[in-house]
């Protein structure tokens, strides 16, 4: 029977961990085998990931999925990814709503195909009463697209009298974005060696702590995340405060 997340036990850990999927093509290429077969590798290594989150403390996961800049890929390896997500929505659907684990989507579903977005839109309802993980799939999700259609939207509202321009400040934008209901993250991990975030969570991560670990994502585990975890409780955040 899984726990709760909210213990207050042990060491302080991440509550939100955000991690950029990375290093699925290096880990296919290395085994002679299609950028493709490392993205399958990649989503099979979710679950594991899913399932480490409340013994570790984790009430809310993000994870990286496809960017705003992916497109820019051949057509091949875009229309292979997007069949990988349905079927990765199809097969894990049931698994996640008996762990608990409720899932909801951020990035533009515009350009997504209908049948994606139906499955997307699904399972978010499905998952709705679940609440002892939160996963959120960033899916065609860039941040400075976020930023901007946020922005949209918000002068949407000053133009139409609903918002004055003298009351918007640092709390009203973040009511604006796709992660309105979820906190800031603490911890962002990013593997394949990269030290870059690649457009991921912009305004949500100005203070987060960062992880940049070689493993490639096919090859990250449950025993990983623990260590990172363990790393996390040993910083000290100080928000630009003094330290104790
Ligand atoms: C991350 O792995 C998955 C996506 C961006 C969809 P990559 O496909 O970027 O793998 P590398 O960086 O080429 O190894
Ligand atoms: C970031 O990885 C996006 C995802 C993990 C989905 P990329 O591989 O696309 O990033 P760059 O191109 O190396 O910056
Ligand atoms: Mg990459």
């Given at each position: 029977m899984p726990r709760d997340t909210d213990n207050g036990e042990g060491p302080q850990g991440p509550k939100h961990v955000a991690i950029i999927m990375d290093g699925n093509g290096r880990w296919a290429q290395a085994r002679g085998r299609p950028r493709l077969f490392g993205h399958h590798a990649g989503a099979r290594r979710v679950r594991e990931v899913v399932e480490a989150c409340?013994?570790?403390?984790?009430?809310?996961?993000?994870?990286?999925?496809?960017s705003t800049?992916?497109?820019k890929r051949t057509q091949v390896e875009v229309a292979g990814l997007m069949s990988l997500f349905r079927r990765y929505i199809t097969k894990e659907t049931r698994a996640l709503k008996e762990r608990g684990v409720r899932v909801?989507?951020?990035?533009?579903?515009?350009?997504?195909?209908?049948?994606?977005?139906?499955l997307m839109d699904r399972l978010e309802k499905e998952t709705a009463h679940n609440d002892l993980v939160h996963l959120t799939i960033a899916l065609n999700y860039g941040g400075r697209d976020e930023?901007?259609?946020?922005?949209?939207?918000?002068?949407?509202?000053v133009a139409a009298g609903r918002l004055k321009?003298?009351?918007?400040?640092?709390?009203t934008l973040p009511r604006y974005l796709d992660?309105?209901?979820?906190?800031?993250?603490?911890?962002v991990i990013r593997t394949s060696g990269e030290a870059r975030i690649s457009n991921f969570l912009l305004w949500q991560s100005a203070y987060s702590e960062y992880e940049?670990?070689?493993?490639?994502?096919?090859?990250?585990?449950?025993?990983?995340?623990?260590?990172?975890?363990r790393n996390y409780g040993r910083r000290e955040r100080r928000f630009g405060a003094v330290g104790s």
């Open positions: 409340p013994d570790l403390g984790i009430k809310y996961l993000t994870i990286f999925a496809f800049e992916n497109w909801r989507f951020i990035g533009d579903r515009v350009r997504l195909d209908p049948k994606l977005i139906d930023v901007a259609r946020a922005t949209r939207r918000l002068a949407e509202d321009p003298e009351d918007v400040d640092e709390e992660t309105c209901v979820l906190p800031d993250p603490d911890l940049f670990i070689d493993t490639l994502w096919p090859d990250f585990t449950a025993a990983e995340l623990e260590r990172l975890c």
